[in-house]
Nanobody
């Protein structure tokens, strides 16, 4: 009975910032590697950021230096802080586990639109 719920998306100007949240029931994020994915129209879903149980992070080249993934402090949550947003970042963003570890059903995702 795992459920993933993403939130925080919206419309933002190029160069702006946005923070996405992911909350889950039925699992503990603290003992699983978690990632943020995105899917733009006509493109495959891609992993853009991941955080391991020990706190190590990894990012796709396209977002490195601009996005930061982190774990929630008091709740079973993960966050994605997005800075210096570009129109190319426009996509539906999802959270989930990563290959080689836990992986659950996809949530509805949250829409991020970067446009002037």
């Amino acid at each position: 009975q795992v459920q993933l719920v993403e939130s925080g998306g919206g419309l933002v100007q190029p160069g702006g910032s946005l923070t996405l949240s992911c909350a889950a029931s039925g699992i503990l994020f603290s003992i699983n590697t978690m990632g943020w994915y995105r899917q733009a129209p006509g493109k495959q879903r891609e992993l853009v950021a991941a955080i391991a149980t020990g706190g190590n992070t990894n990012y796709a080249d396209s977002v490195k230096g601009r996005f930061t993934i982190s774990r929630g402090n008091a709740k079973n949550t993960v966050y994605l802080q997005m800075n210096s947003l570009k129109p190319e970042d426009t996509a539906v963003y999802y959270c989930n586990g990563v290959a080689g570890g836990w992986f659950g059903p996809w949530g509805q995702g949250t829409q991020v639109t970067v446009s002037s």
